[in-house]
């Protein structure tokens, strides 16, 4: 069983739709990041949230930390064909370790 | 800046062989990662060295063996590989621990028969 699951696994839209990726945990976590990685690179970060609640934009990706800590959610909006990738959630629920989700694979169709 | 770079970018082994999977970064960073990543499974976290000097176990840290040689290098062995072993393997650091940014070499991808 993961720490982080991430749902959907596979996400094919068409350009122009709207999304949004789910990362749930039953542990508490004390901040959650978000990467993108692309075939045959490593993952890059795109945002860190911290605080219970918080909302952070990046351009027409809007995150969302959930308010006790254990969820967190990623929401796209008018994908474009550049957004394809792996997206990956990840955090540190306690000390130096650190927990990637699972993953969900987005596939923007032109 | 080379960033995190990874040596090699793809192996084959035999079941049995030996090898060592070598990272190295540019950025001064203190805390410096080994994952390997399998599909519909993420990036599962191998060993961790927070500092000079100091390992930390992982998430799935049996098989492997790693080395901080200095602040600038983390190698991960693996004395007898299996094929259960076969996977893309990720090397990462960050400024400090958990919670900071983690950059990202390119990856070696290995092969086990």
């Known amino acids: 069983t993961q720490l982080l699951e991430q749902s959907p696994q596979f996400l094919s839209i068409q350009e122009g739709e709207n999304l949004t990726v789910y990362c749930n945990s039953s542990s508490v976590f004390s901040s959650l990041q978000w990467y993108r990685q692309e075939p045959g690179e490593g993952p890059v970060l795109l945002v860190t949230?911290?605080?219970?609640?918080e909302v952070k934009k990046l351009k027409r990706l809007t995150f969302q930390f959930g308010d006790a800590r254990k969820d967190s959610s990623l929401h796209i909006t008018a994908a474009q064909p550049g957004d394809t990738g792996l997206y990956l959630c990840a955090g540190p629920p306690t000390g130096n370790q650190f927990y990637f989700g699972t993953g969900t694979s987005l596939t923007v169709i032109p | 800046n080379a960033g995190v770079t990874q040596t090699p970018k793809f192996q084959v082994l035999k079941t049995g062989q030996s090898m060592t999977l070598q990272c190295a970064q540019d950025?001064?960073?203190?805390?410096m990662y080994w994952y390997r990543q399998d599909p519909g499974m993420g990036l599962r976290l191998i060993y961790y060295?927070?500092?000079?000097?100091?390992?930390d176990k992982g998430e799935v840290p049996n098989g492997y063996n790693v080395s901080r040689l200095n602040k600038r290098e983390f190698s991960l062995r693996l004395e007898s590989a299996a094929p259960s072993q076969t996977s893309v393997y990720f090397c990462?650091?960050?400024?400090?621990?958990?919670?900071?940014?983690?950059?990202f070499g390119p990856g070696t991808r290995l092969t086990v028969t």
């Open positions: 060295s927070a500092s000079e000097g100091t390992t």
């Open positions: 990462a650091s960050s400024e400090e621990g958990s919670g900071y940014e983690q950059y």
């Open positions: 950025m001064n960073h203190n805390s």
């Open positions: 949230v911290v605080t219970g609640g």
